[in-house]
């Protein structure tokens, strides 16, 4: 948990799939409301597919860019953010999770069985990153998925060509997030 | 991971709130959209509070069955779900968790934060559950919470007064639930 953080850039080198399966294992494992599991993985290792992939999300990306109100914009800017998503192409996996809508708490749930993922990856010395495209719908398209599943999140997985620091991605001190009884309280 | 079940019964010893600091620490790692950590943990160990906050929300959960159509009410029955929430009381301390939900992919993130702390506290021993009221409204009044943050769940930790066997909260079978390239697809 502590080590762990998010990966943009990727070796091309492909990984064992039965190393990925160990990954999505542990999504499996999530506890989820009234133990629906509403998660489902798409592996997606096809060059061809990936590409599509890409080109769908930057596509959708640049159009959300356009519309943005300036403030967004400059938001998006301050944070690096932009429509350009390469790791899409250059992991050489990419695990989609979709949730089904049918069930309670289905996102929720599905956001636990993703940190699940994050975190054994992590243990096994893989990089992931989790992405979320601002319309999800041409992944239903291209991976085939049913209309009750909703894509959430695109994983790319593989060995990490960079090595962020915690530094550069501090997180809140710990005080300035508890509180006791009630909120703003120190006892 | 493999271990972890949701507890419904706690001892009522009380747990050092250092070590429920250092579960809440974990919490604070989580990855979040842009790094903007939307989470907020309001920990309750006061008895009273504990007691208001139960009695609320049974309230709120005796109201949303009545109102439930029968298929819902057949469904909570199957389920054993009733608006009873002894743990609220019974469990020494209660991690509400909020997300401000001005930040972008606040309540993925919020629940990546939880997963977080739901292995850390199977790491160190303690029983967890997620509890999300059908409606949190109550918890902004009784903790005090800014209007901008949205209670998503309460965690009660402590001491597990329950062994529930994974035989009884089963999982899907790995095979069902991963896809490769498309759904529906095995290779």
């Known amino acids: ?69 300036e403030s967004l914009k400059n938001w998006f800017k301050k944070q690096g953010i932009t429509p350009q998503k390469s790791f899409l192409t250059e992991a050489p996996a990419l695990i989609v999770v979709a949730g089904n809508t049918k069930f309670p708490y289905w996102l929720e749930s599905t956001w636990i069985s993703i940190a699940y993922i994050l975190l054994q990856a992590e243990s096994q010395g893989f990089g992931t990153l989790t992405y979320t495209p601002s319309d999800t719908r041409f992944l239903n398209k291209l991976l085939k998925t049913p209309k009750d599943y909703q894509p959430v999140a695109i994983i790319p997985i593989g060995y990490p060509a960079e090595k962020p620091s915690p530094k550069e991605r501090p997180r809140k001190p710990l005080e300035t997030i508890v509180h006791r009884n009630t909120y703003g309280s120190t006892n």
């Open 1 to 69: 948990m502590r080590n762990r953080r998010s990966i943009r850039k990727y070796k091309k080198q492909p990984i064992p799939i039965e190393e990925v399966l160990q990954v999505l294992e542990a999504g499996r494992l999530a506890p989820s409301g009234a133990n629906q599991q509403p998660w489902t993985y798409i592996l997606v290792t096809d060059s061809k597919l990936k590409q599509e992939i890409r080109k769908e999300a930057e596509m959708v990306e640049k159009s959300f860019h356009c519309k943005a109100p």
